[in-house]
């Protein structure tokens, strides 16, 4: 028949087997009811009515009542089939072809049907066919698919109508042969296969029926119910009566006689087989092939039935046909039964006491017969019968304690699983034993406590897939490859050896195709042997859900993976070959280690720190007398408390108990006496560290007044911008497990940043000290002095601070100031040395006294030599500068001592009534408020003597109105070329000043008004430039110069023309 399918797909011609019923009103499907195998298909109407009156009288109305029924029901597929024989045909002689019984009904009812096609089918079987019990049915060809038989009344005798189909098929066939060729018959199989099929059914139903499958044979009924059937057959007719294998002679023989109907049965059950096997119909082969293991069954043949059982098996779990397998299996466990194959038929017994298709009761019947054989004793005590656990039970999920799988030796780990048990009944299980594989991985000493902490997850369950319906699925649901990376290294130094890639699912994607099978055949699961077991006893397993704990003690550093699942029951063990997803846990031996560090983010030098000492045990126990021996640095203090108290915790991080700590120290060593601890415990303890808080020495001014900064020593790590300066210190602690010393840093952090400066007000010089505080802590400052280190007698040093505790708070400064007062000639270097007390401020008392923070530094050349005085006058005439007017500067450069020591140097020159030096003047102005006309430079002698002063002359123009600063007047010492000590001018500045010349006389000033700004600053190398001799200049220091108009500003108003104004803010 045709199988439209939806969706698009296209029409497939299929083959169904179905069965005549005789016609009843209740048959008929109600509404909405489609079972497929109780759903008649094709309503037939059989009649012989070759009158016309008799067809008026009755036949017309008995035929409207049925239309009228299958009308009610929504049946519109019907045929009505008329039966003529020769006898008839011969006493019609006067057949009209409008007045046919044939045409009436056509007339009457196929012209009325305007729901479907008319499709009448007419078939007028011979009586030829010699049936006189059955007048009113005949065989058609078509009737053979899924028809149901429907008539008014017809009533047959048992076993009469599988007589004439099988005589009509034998017939049909018989025929097709006689007029085919070989090549015809073979390449028409497919149309021919159906006929050979049901011959085969109606036949076994006739053995059946006559008892010729029965173990004893047939009894005295069935050799009557077959005389009858005999009987009824009638002679055979004369056109096949000299045929040998005529349909009529071959169903006589078959149930004449035990041997005849198996001989002739099993001949038609193997052809059929072989020409659906051809035609590629295997599970219509498979059906007839059951057919005869029913037979084979009959017979007490087990053995030969098993084959087709098993076949049919396969077959139906391939397609995944669930009612099949379950009634297959039934036959299949009582042929395995009585064929004596114990292992298989437990195997199957398993699979149908956990079939939900079966009974309640058939179930448990199964079930029973499992626990009866396991209750039985053995004639070989140590037999075991392995089964597959997938038909027993389910591994549902597992959870780990500790939930990261990783235990060090000694440790104590549990699993915890669930299984989901298939059987009805509560299983009492004698143990249930997982099979463990250890390895040891080429590394695994390198896996430490933290390393599988972080490598391993977290939660500690996982879960399993649940399995599937004992089906083989399709190549494209099979399980993703699983790959994962995988690294070799080498143990010396761990480089990387070899690199490659694994897949671990590869036991679920190399089964065989049809695997499932396997279920059906001798399980050849292996039990895997191992020294490795965990083992639960005397468990039993209540149908669902079931929780099985296991505890092991870990004996060997190792990963250990879960290989197998195995229940017991007496002698019957039920495995689980694979476990899957990959189940693993870890087991540590970890060496003692020590581990120290501070509590905050930065340790702060000269406050006591805590520092926190982690003490690892591993494998090592801490016994009685066990201490750390800690060296003493020179620059940090260990500090003890009497209250220091130990925490000791197991590797779970659970507390263990505490200790008090007991410290002792001497000068150059501190002992912490350890408390006593077991293996894989972890020690903590927190001490008081103290790191002096001097700050790195100075050999000059800082360069917070522009001035060079030497550099911190090399043990000093200096970042830039406004960082804290660090200090690292190393201390060796020697450890009662290891023979070798272990050494530790601590880096300190220098709370403040300290600079210096010297001020000056004419002769009189002050130092200023300023104390910054770049820490997050806001600290109490006390008692600051400043010291000369010389130990000068002649030299005071006076505080002009008059508090003596002062707040400094985070990010913020405080300047300290004393002025210096000296008797005689001052030196010409000031060696000091800065200290203040300092404590947090939101401290309370400190058990201990802090020591200052000291600051060392240099103060050279800083007694006044020369005092400059500036002055703008306002063009004559004038009241005020005005802007765009030229307006007089005069430069008064005054010296204020005799010849000092300082002074005698290259620049100095002696005369017959005095010595006098060189000077070079500069006027600027970077502010750009004044444009300096004419000489803006230039080179006088100076008298060294007191009070000795130099006038310089020149003109400025004020560029804008307000109060306008006056221009920086700037002094360098001119040295000759020849010295060794002096700076250069550049490159550029000689050559912008190619014809500057030195005058002896002091009043004559070179020209050199294109001498700009940045001749003052210069390179500090010793070089000529094309041979010729060049000046050299040598920056007096700010403590020598005095600039006594600092400060002072010119109040300039602009000119009257000015449409715009331009005033200078200061």
Known sequence: MEWRRSYGRAPKMIHLESNFVQFKEELLPKEGNKALLTFPFLHIYWTECCDTEVYKATVKDDLTKWQNVLKAHSSVDWLIVIVENDAKKKNKTNILPRTSIVDKIRNDFCNKQSDRRSLPLFSRCCSSLRMPWCSTTSWTPSSLSMWSTSGPGVSVPPGALDCWVFLSCLEVLQRIEGCCDRAQIDSNIAHTVGLWSYATEKLKSLGYLCGLVSEKGPNSEDLNRTVDLLAGLGAERPETANTAQSPYKKLKEALSSVEAFEKHYLDLSHATIEMYTSIGRIRSAKFVGKDLAEFYMRKKAPQKAEIYLQGALKNYLAEGWALPITHTRKQLAECQKHLGQIENYLQTSSLLASDHHLTEEERKHFCQEILDFASQPLDNPGHKIVLPMQSFAQLRDLHFDPSNAVVHVGGVLCIEITMYSQMPVPVHVEQIVVNVHFSIEKNSYRKTAEWLTKHKTSNGIISFPPETAPFPVSQNSLPALELYEMFERSPSDNSLNTTGIICRNVHMLLRRQESSSSLEMPSGVALEEGAHLLRCSHVTLEPGANQITFRTQAKEPGTYTL??????????????????????????????????????????????????FTVTTGHYTIKNGDSLQLSNAEAMLILCQAESRAMVYSNTREQSSDAALRIQSSDKVTSISLPVAPAYHVIEFELEVLSLPSAPALGGESDMLGMAEPHRKHKDKQKTGHCMVTTDHKVSIDCPWSIYSTVIALTFSVPFRTTHALLSSGTRKYVQVCVQNLSELDFQLSDSYLVDTSDSTDLQLVPLNTQSQQPIYSKQSVFFVWELKWTEEPPPSLYCRFSVGFSPASEEQLSISLKPYTYEFKVENFFTLYNVKAEIFPPSGMEYCRTGSLCSLEVLITRLSDLLEVDKDEALTESDEHFSTKLMYEVVDNSSNWAVCGKSCGVISMPVAARATHRVHMEVMPLFAGYLPLPDVRLFKYLPHHSAHSSQLDADSWIENDSL??????????????????????SACSSEHKGLPMPRLQALPAGQVFNSSSGTQVLVIPSQDDHVLEVSVT
């Open 997 to 1018: 010349s030195v005058d002896k006389h002091g009043d004559d000033q070179p020209d050199s008004s294109s001498l700009k700004s940045r001749g003052s600053v210069h």
């Open 563 to 612: 290989r197998q699942l195995c229940a017991s029951v007496g002698s019957v063990w039920f495995v689980l070959p694979h476990i899957y997803p990959i189940v693993q846990y870890d087991v540590y031996s970890q060496e003692p280690q020590l581990h120290v560090e501070p509590l905050a983010d930065s340790l702060l030098a000269g406050i006591p720190q805590k520092v926190k």
